[in-house]
């Protein structure tokens, strides 16, 4: 089992900057490769970023491609998403995930995919 807790959520002017952070307990953190995902109301839960173990690769979706990096520290146990130039549209609760895998460069956007998810964390942009 691992737990995983997202912070810095919050209400912020559309053009403005956040940082989600994810942290991780309970297994061995450089075992999983780590996504964020993001669900708005009356819609599904969709893919944002993801990063592998090894942190030599990433993946966006192109909706925020550019304007969100993903970063990981494997001494701290922590996933990061920095948010900038934020848009009414990113409005929504954000989700960290885990996916135990043997592949240290994999990385993964599928929902189903992933074997564990933190309770998520409020994102709100004011336009």
């Known amino acids: 089992q691992v737990q995983l807790v997202e912070s810095g959520g919050g209400l912020v002017q559309a053009g403005g900057s956040l940082r989600l952070s994810c942290a991780a307990s309970?297994?061995?953190?450089?075992?999983?490769?780590m996504g964020w995902f993001r669900q708005a109301p009356g819609k599904e839960r969709e893919f944002v970023a993801a990063?592998?173990?090894?942190?030599?690769?990433?993946y966006y979706a192109d909706y925020v491609k550019g304007r969100f990096t993903i970063s990981r520290d494997n001494a701290k146990n922590t996933v990061n998403l920095k948010m900038n130039s934020l848009k009414p549209e990113d409005m929504a609760v954000y989700y960290c995930?885990?996916?135990?895998?043997?592949?240290?460069?994999?990385?993964?956007?599928?929902?189903?995919?992933?074997?564990?998810w933190g309770q998520g964390t409020q994102v709100t942009v004011s336009s």
């Open positions: 990063i592998s173990r090894s942190s030599a690769f990433t």
């Open positions: 995930a885990a996916k135990e895998v043997a592949y240290v460069h994999g990385i993964y956007d599928g929902l189903k995919e992933y074997d564990y």
């Open positions: 309970g297994r061995t953190f450089n075992s999983f490769a």
